[in-house]
């Protein structure tokens, strides 16, 4: 959580706030990118380092590797049935 990640002096509330910023622009840009492609991004994950007082975004950003989309094309219909979205 949150509490425990500040806690336990894995970052700082500071940074913590920063990277919740962040994460949550990355999160939003990397939805219109995929819409535009006719995806939903459903899942990612960002890695972070810093360097002094700086934060870095670092490593692959909305990959196949590091997400998983869904196609928007058919999606509603699939979750109203019950069926699996297509990967």
């Known amino acids: 959580s949150k509490e425990d990640i500040i806690k336990y002096g894995l970052v700082s509330k500071e940074d913590y706030e920063q990277l ?10 990397g939805q219109e990118l995929a819409k535009e492609r006719g995806l939903i991004l459903v899942d990612t994950k960002y890695e972070f380092g810093k360097d002094g007082d700086d934060i870095f975004l670092i490593d692959e950003i909305h990959t196949p590797d590091s997400s998983r989309y869904f196609y928007l094309e058919g999606y509603q219909k699939r979750q109203d049935t019950g069926e699996p979205q297509k990967q």
């Open 20 to 29: 919740e910023k962040y994460t949550l622009a990355l999160f939003q840009r």
